[in-house]
């Protein structure tokens, strides 16, 4: 009973920090709209702050005051990052932001490493509240206490802010319609920077409060992060008091969960999530995202079938493709190879988001159970190359099925959260079932056919399969049923309205995108010899979302150029540089601003500017 | 079966309330074949809830909307347009990544059921049809251009083609004409009058602007406060003393909850 006191009172500590973090996480997105993939970074710079500021400045004050002027100096660097980049961008299409903030992310993860160095930094105890206080018996830390109160009044504070204070009550409303309080004259540039000042200071006062608690390390931004999204869909994106009532039942739940559920403890954070996100589609206090009003003149261009032009750069292509063997040693192929494979896997999640509109942040799932289908064909059939080509896709064919059909209930970024929530239902299974799987040594021994065994060989056995996969998903991008997809992203009104079940089309688009994915998946198994449970994590699902947004997620062709330039760049730079992730955070930065339209948008711009009456002109596209 | 099956839309005893007002007090109308229809109120009268109902998109608390004699209450919206019910938006709804003539090829897709075809290039389906349509609208000329170019008015049109593209018995148009100017609403609503009149589709419509409603409607009803409280031929509804009150400046639309007919001048 006591222990469980004690329990009880660890998860209410853990909350408050998860509070601190998440409740900034969603101020920013209730009123910019940005999804800040970033967010776990600056938690992570304000830790970094705090422990030099805390080394440099002795007793109390210089403690305390340590902390705060560490959140402050990072909000400052956030409020400059708004301005410098993000404010070029709002006008981009839908989660181009998350892809700047992604190039962000490594950017900070690199120069936090350069100038504090790889090694977990210790940070100073609080002073004054070093010691603990007996509780039932048992020694509980004082520090904890504290934590225990910040977070409600932080939460106190803040309803203070949005209710008491004018400029909170413009935050508020903006959170309910930004274009009505742009039209009542407010200055929104200044009210954006500010409210996202205000969610990376409350960011970083979350990681700057962890240093008398944990080591300080290079990682930790990818370790909250995953957890304040979550905390924030649960409890509805925008409300503060959701996020704290959520951060209270994930703190509970981690603290419980690892006592009732060791088995299954990394997984039961999604499955409560998607289990909430099924029963309350908006969390437990968000609205229903209010249709985005469709402002006239900011229409999207038509996509089109290849010109003349675009098709004879395809034949190109196509023919490079083909003699590079001619070229190349077993390295390049090797590394040509991995980029067809992820060329496929981008496009089947274009598919998904670009003209399904769905966007997944979990589309790793059906890449690695195509890949873990083959690995257990091979471990427990011993299924020869040909049968896997042909079987494992149907275990990413399953999993779409099964997920799909939660997932189409919802929209928007909930149905985002949902896609991560089974991605990472996916990874833990595969994690920790090590009796099938493997857990985390993976399964080896997944090694192509003697036929296909050389580089050359499997290079244009994926070209082969890879090139027919990215035409099929084109042909149906193009064929009534893409238009169908298409329809059901544009205006779900209007399908309505004339015959079309958004759910039943979004279910099937969901299904295809899923099963190209996995054969992806299984190519990718095929190349590396082995699966490991990284095969289905996050980092591969960003790289997918970075690849479409990279390309241009409103052309068809954008994604597979995507995936050529960033996977390409990024097996480069890695292979060249120890700062990598720097390089290519500050490429993909820059890429962000330069073609806001992704790379591919950006040239058919350039090449349709040329040829004013396409678009414009009153006769029918032949 | 209180009502004659030879109604386009029979619509008994509909009743709406959101939270504690009622929306849509005691519905009851008939909308015969081939009729042009108009709903009318001043803002908040429940016109457009009344019209959700109607296709679906809000179920009513209570009453019963048949099509031809068929009930349609509990259908979806999707699946009353298959049974022969087009919808036009107060706010256009159209599919804005795609071009004009795609908009219309869409929705005769689907009347075809061709939505889950995988192989044929959807551009080069039924474009003739899709064409025919645009015409009839005069969009023909702008067939290309992208959806969303197009100025208010001329998405109104493709709105209207879009809603023809499954031959529909019954047409539903919310404020067909709003947002557009003057001349381009006598023309939107008498090229309305005359597909209509040719293909036999019987029209309810709601609109603000009088003039459109009192050239083209062959009926008018009157919505106050979710209730009907008047119905006749537009020269009825002209002199009609309760109506007048409502639009011509008593000002006490909302003064008394029972009767608005007697509100005091201004």
Redesign the interface.
């Known amino acids: 009973m006591d222990f469980l006191f004690i329990q009880f009172l660890n998860g209410l500590a853990s909350a408050s920090s998860l509070f601190l973090v998440a409740s900034g996480l969603s101020i920013i997105f209730g009123v910019t709209r940005i999804t800040n993939f970033a967010h776990g970074a600056f938690y992570m710079l304000g830790a970094y702050m705090a422990y030099t500021l805390t080394e440099h400045w002795s007793g109390a004050l210089g403690f305390w005051g340590g902390l705060l002027a560490a959140a402050v100096a990072v909000a400052i660097i956030g409020a400059l990052l708004e301005i410098i980049l993000l404010r070029r961008i709002y006008q981009a299409p839908e989660l181009f932001q998350l892809l700047a903030t992604f190039g962000v992310t490594l950017v900070i993860e690199d120069l936090v490493i350069q100038i504090w160095g790889a090694e977990d930094l210790l940070g100073r105890r609080a002073p004054g509240l070093k010691g603990s206080v007996d509780i039932f018996g048992q020694a509980f830390p004082t520090y904890e206490l504290m934590l225990i109160v910040l977070g409600p009044a932080v939460l106190g504070l803040l309803w203070l802010l949005f209710h008491k204070t004018r400029w909170g009550v413009l935050v508020r409303a903006a959170t309910q319609d930004r274009m009505m309080v742009a039209a009542l004259g407010v200055n929104q540039a200044r009210l954006f920077t500010g409210v996202f000042a205000l969610g990376i200071f409350l960011g970083a006062l979350g990681g700057a409060v962890q240093i008398p608690r944990e080591a300080v390390h290079n990682a930790m931004d990818l370790q909250i992060i995953v957890e304040a999204f979550v905390i924030v869909v649960i409890g509805g994106m925008g409300s503060v008091l959701g996020a704290f009532l959520a951060s209270v039942l994930i703190g509970e739940l981690n603290a419980f969960g690892i006592l009732l559920f060791p088995k299954i403890s990394i997984v039961l954070m999604f499955l409560v999530m998607a289990v909430i996100l099924v029963i309350r589609p908006w969390g437990l206090l968000g609205r229903p995202e209010s249709h985005a009003r469709s402002a006239l003149g900011t229409a999207e261009r038509p996509i089109r079938p290849l010109g003349r032009g675009g098709r004879n750069a395809v034949l190109a292509v196509l023919l490079v493709l083909l003699i590079l063997p001619v070229f190349g040693g077993s390295y390049l192929l090797n590394v040509a190879t991995e980029v067809l494979i992820f060329a496929l896997f981008a496009a089947s999640l274009h598919l998904m988001m670009g003209i399904g509109g769905m966007v997944s942040f979990g589309h790793a799932a059906y890449f690695g159970l195509g890949a873990y289908g083959v690995a257990l064909l091979v471990k427990f059939l011993e299924i020869p190359m040909a049968g896997g080509l042909v079987l494992a896709p149907l275990l990413a064919f399953t999993g779409a099925v099964l997920f799909g059909w939660f997932c189409v209930r919802l929209t928007g970024v909930y149905l985002a959260m949902l896609t991560l929530a089974f991605a990472q239902i996916a990874w833990s299974i595969v994690f920790q079932w090590d009796a099938v799987t493997g857990g985390d040594n993976g399964l080896l021994g997944v090694w192509p056919a003697p036929w296909a065994s050389t580089p050359e060989a499997f290079y244009y056995l994926t070209l082969a399969i890879c090139a027919v996969g990215v035409m099929m998903i084109r042909r149906i991008v193009f064929s009534p049923f893409g238009y169908t997809l298409r329809s059901c992203r544009d205006s779900v009104l209007r399908a309505d309205a004339i015959g079309i079940d958004r759910q039943r089309i979004q279910w099937l688009g969901f299904i295809l995108a899923g099963t190209f994915a996995g054969i992806g998946g299984v190519l990718f198994a095929y190349l590396k010899g082995s699966v490991f449970p990284d095969n289905i994590s996050i980092p591969i699902s960003v790289d997918g979302l970075v690849m479409v947004l990279l390309g241009g997620i409103q052309t068809v062709a954008g994604p597979v150029v995507g995936a050529g330039i960033y996977k390409a760049l990024s097996i480069f730079i890695i292979s060249e540089t120890e700062f990598w992730k720097l390089i290519l955070g500050t490429l993909i930065v820059i890429l962000v601003v330069a073609f806001p339209q992704g790379v591919v948008g950006f040239a058919v711009d350039l090449f349709r500017r040329r040829d004013p009456d396409d678009g414009e002109a009153g006769e029918a596209p032949a | 079966m209180t009502t004659a099956p030879t109604s386009a839309l029979a619509v008994t005893g509909l009743n709406k309330a959101f939270g504690g007002v009622q929306a849509v007090r005691d519905v009851t109308f008939a909308l015969a074949p081939g009729e042009l229809l108009a709903l009318i109120g001043p803002n908040g009268a429940g016109k457009s809830t009344c019209f959700n109902m109607l ?1 679906g ?1 809000l179920p009513p608390d209570e009453g019963s909307i048949k099509l031809y004699g068929h009930e349609i209450i509990g259908l ?4 009353v ?2 049974l022969g019910v087009g ?1 036009t ?1 107060q706010i256009t ?7 004009v ?2 908009n219309v ?3 005769l ?3 075809h059921r ?10 080069a ?1 039924y ?1 003739d049809e899709a ?1 025919a349509l645009l015409d009839l609208v005069s969009m023909g ?9 197009l100025a ?1 008015g001329d998405l109104k049109r493709l709105e209207l083609a ?1 809603a023809l ?2 031959d529909p018995k019954v047409l539903l148009m919310d404020e067909p004409t709003a947002g557009m100017a003057p001349k381009e609403r006598i023309e939107l609503m008498q090229l309305t009058a005359d597909i209509v009149g040719q293909r036999g589709i019987s029209v309810l419509f709601t609109e603000h602007d009088m003039d459109v409603v009192f050239a083209h409607a062959g009926r008018v009803m009157v919505l106050n406060r979710g209730r009907l409280i008047a119905e006749g031929t537009p020269a009825q509804i002209r002199a009609n003393a309760e109506v007048q009150a409502i639009y011509l400046g008593s000002g006490a639309v909302y003064k008394t909850d029972e009767d608005t007919a007697a509100g005091a001048a201004p």
Not at chain 2, 93 to 99: E, G, I, R, V
Request: hydrophobic share 45%; aromatic share 12%.
């Open positions: 296709n998109q979806k919206p999707r699946q347009w298959r919808r938006f709804a159209t599919f804005q990544s795609m071009s003539i795609e090829q869409m929705a897709i689907s009347h061709r939505l889950l075809s995988m192989l044929p290039f959807a551009g389906l474009k064409f000329a702008q067939a290309g251009r992208p959806c969303g170019m208010y879009v593209a499954n």
